[in-house]
């Protein structure tokens, strides 16, 4: 079992600023890529961003690409999305994901490829 609880959201206004941390715990020695989603309201929840193991490789999705970075600090089994020109469709609750499977590209972007879930954390961007 893996819990993973998500910090760091909250109301800015667009062009702001905001990181938001989520923290692993359990088997995290288990714990392969680790990704970012969201879901607006009435949208299904969508891919956002993904790290590597190791943190060499990451992806991002189109829509928050040169905005958004991803990173990860193993040894305190946590991973952060920096989100920077914030805009109004960036409001949505934000999810952290820990995949414990291997995959060719070591960044999986499908919601399947996911085997544990945060709660999520509302980011509200205010135009």
């Known amino acids: 079992q893996v819990q993973l609880v998500e910090s760091g959201g909250g109301l800015v206004q667009a062009g702001g600023s905001l990181k938001l941390l989520c923290a692993a715990s359990?088997?995290?020695?288990?714990?392969?890529?680790m990704g970012w989603f969201r879901q607006a309201p009435g949208k299904e929840r969508e891919f956002v961003a993904v790290?590597?193991?190791?943190?060499?490789?990451?992806y991002y999705a189109d829509s928050v690409k040169g905005r958004f970075t991803i990173s990860r600090d193993n040894p305190k089994n946590t991973v952060y999305l920096q989100m920077n020109s914030l805009k109004p469709e960036d409001t949505a609750v934000y999810y952290c994901?820990?995949?414990?499977?291997?995959?060719?590209?070591?960044?999986?972007?499908?919601?399947?490829?996911?085997?544990?879930w945060g709660q999520g954390t509302q980011v509200t961007v205010s135009s």
């Open positions: 359990g088997r995290t020695f288990s714990i392969s890529a």
């Open positions: 790290i590597s193991r190791s943190g060499s490789s990451t």
């Open positions: 994901a820990a995949s414990f499977r291997t995959t060719v590209s070591g960044t999986p972007r499908r919601r399947n490829d996911y085997d544990y």
